[in-house]
């Protein structure tokens, strides 16, 4: 199977507003519940212990703040349409165009290519919402509603022609959505993809569902394989990961997080309920992902479970993977589940714990997994061949596997196998260099510089060289333009004088090249005053000559006005 590169990450969860905030929280264990937000819905509305019809029996989950914030100026969108959008839309261009930066490309460079866009999503209570108000419903409440656009707006925004899709298969939608996105790139329907997942709760409608399905549990946490499980919490997320074909970015020097060997999906077909897992399915699963990866049980470092922390779930989810792996030789296969943190992202529990995989294989540690008091010793782990990660692990240093399920509450099922990514060129240490910053209008300006200095302060002085180039690839396109020279205290001090009203001379607001950036290389010594100028040396000195033709022939490849410039000192000065 071939190969794919995750080169891009972003992600919102509960408690971590970006990638890094969500790496400490996983190694700091934290649990990011809260009460439900006023904002939301009044809970004491809704609330029962009991459970009664009609009612919720917990009044806690997992949420991310400021969902209702936007910048539809730099997306171009006119503020009555960006009020009817789906906030799961805004946050998901917003994370999208993150996720693309963080892979080293300029978003917009990518406008008329084909580069393919898989969201999966399983609920749109904004939707529901904004479709029933009759007579409220406008234009732009249809097009800011429903699945397909979560997909297509992303496309449309940001110019891009390869496959736009929007995948509902209940809770594995997400990790479903990076299959299909390695899909694409196999067959050549895309050369780089975003693949995505939202969730936002917004309405008890899926609370009250889970509590009359009895699969709530009261105190509003996930415990996955823990001996207090009993039942989901629900948790909000929005996130985006790049991917290309692992030689292609390779070839393009782009950072890799981890390596897909293989993904697979399948569905339970008749269980015992529609609702119920198969551990048949999910056997099967499993080991057609080891063999499409070409790798036994045996080599796996770790699983990073569906694992809800609903009895029957964690049941069969432990006997499957006991199936897989209880005749493995060593030590027992690490366990753990993402849900333990954040709660049930639902829609976006698969990329989850997919992106705490590629960040796991990235860092070289397994996060350890919150799952209550204990292991439930009626899962029998140690048995088949399984070890809940009570705590952080460190992973081989010449690299690890690491698989990753998830498991729709309807049967459809996905599980892909991620490998350490291979070793790179490290980025050239340096203490200085030229940053520089963009947005589309001078007060965004002001507002990304504030973000920059923020993330400069904490920034390793050592590289500041390879931040700031990258800063120059991705950062360069809008029209209003920051850009300052230095080491980072130098930065910093730049810019704070910007933010405060001063360096005037630090800001641009010429319209953007499109094109390309080029290389230029300017020889400002005495022979430059006009055109020709050294053609009597050239023609007097046949050393000089030689020299020059060779310095010409160096140049040609790599300069297209090379050759041109050459050519004017060689013809006759008017």
Not at 210 to 228: N, V
Not at 329 to 335: A, R
């Amino acid at each position: 199977m071939m190969p794919t590169a995750v080169v891009g990450v972003d992600c919102r969860f509960p408690g971590a507003p970006d990638k890094d905030a969500f790496w400490r929280l996983l190694m700091d264990g934290v649990v990011a519940d809260s009460e439900v937000p006023s904002q939301r819905w009044d809970v004491d509305a809704y609330y029962r212990s009991d459970g009664a019809p009609g009612s919720m029996n917990t009044r806690r989950g997992h949420f991310i703040d400021n969902v209702d914030t936007f910048d539809n100026d730099f997306f171009g969108i006119a503020p009555i349409e960006a009020g009817a959008l789906d906030p799961q839309q805004r946050l998901l261009l917003e994370s999208s165009w993150r996720a693309i930066e963080d892979a080293g490309i300029d978003p917009r460079s990518l406008t008329g290519t084909p580069t393919g866009v898989f969201v999966g999503i399983m609920s749109s209570e904004w939707s529901n919402l904004q479709i029933l108000d009759f007579a409220g419903l406008t234009a732009f409440r249809g097009t800011g509603s429903g699945y397909f656009m979560t997909a297509n707006r992303i496309s449309y925004h940001l110019g891009l022609t390869g496959p736009s899709v929007a995948i509902d298969s209940a809770c594995s939608s997400s990790l479903t959505a990076v299959h299909q996105g390695c899909a694409a790139l196999r067959s050549g329907e895309a050369d780089t993809v975003i693949a995505a997942g939202a969730n936002l709760i917004l309405t008890p409608s899926l609370s009250i569902f889970y509590t009359q399905a009895g699969l709530s549990a009261p105190d509003g946490r996930c415990k996955p394989f823990g001996l207090g499980a009993d039942g989901i919490g629900r948790g909000e997320g929005v996130a985006a990961v790049v991917l290309r074909r692992l030689d292609d970015a390779l070839a393009d020097r782009q950072p890799i997080y981890a390596v897909v060997k293989s993904s697979v999906t399948n569905h339970d077909g008749r269980s015992n309920g529609i609702t119920a897992p198969s551990r048949r399915s999910q056997v099967e699963l499993m080991r057609r992902a080891l063999t499409l990866a070409e790798v036994d049980a045996g080599q796996i470092g770790f699983v990073e479970a569906h694992g809800t922390g609903t009895v029957l779930g964690d049941m069969i989810e432990a006997n499957a993977l006991g199936d897989v792996h209880k005749t493995r030789v060593g030590e027992p296969c690490p366990l753990g589940s993402v849900k333990g943190n954040i709660g049930h992202t639902e829609g976006s529990a698969g990329i989850a714990a997919f992106i705490k995989t590629c960040l796991a294989l990235h860092h070289g540690v397994l996060p350890p997994t919150v799952f209550g008091d204990g292991a439930n010793p009626a899962l029998r782990l140690a048995e088949h061949g399984l070890q809940l990660a009570d705590g952080p692990r460190k992973l081989p240093v010449n690299g690890t596997l690491g698989a990753v399920s998830s498991f729709g509450l309807g049967g459809s099922n996905a599980h892909a196998v991620l490998q350490t990514a291979p070793a790179t060129a490290l980025p050239v240490p340096g203490a200085t260099g030229v940053l520089t910053i963009s947005a589309p209008s001078a007060q965004a300006l002001r507002r990304n510089a504030e973000s920059m200095t923020a993330a400069l302060e904490t920034l390793d002085t050592t590289q500041v060289a390879s931040w700031c180039r990258s800063t120059n690839v991705v950062k360069r396109s809008n029209r209003h333009r920051l850009v300052a020279e230095g080491n980072r205290d130098t930065l910093v001090d730049g810019i704070r004088q910007f933010t405060a009203g001063a360096g005037a001379d630090l800001v641009s607001s010429a319209p953007p090249h499109r094109a390309p950036a080029s290389v230029g290389l300017l020889f400002s010594g005495q022979g430059t005053q006009y055109p020709g100028m050294t053609r009597r040396l050239y023609d007097a000195h046949p050393m000089y000559g030689e020299n020059l033709d060779a310095a010409a022939a160096a140049l040609d490849p790599h300069l297209a006005l090379a050759r041109f410039r050459v050519r004017q000192l060689h013809r006759p000065a008017c």
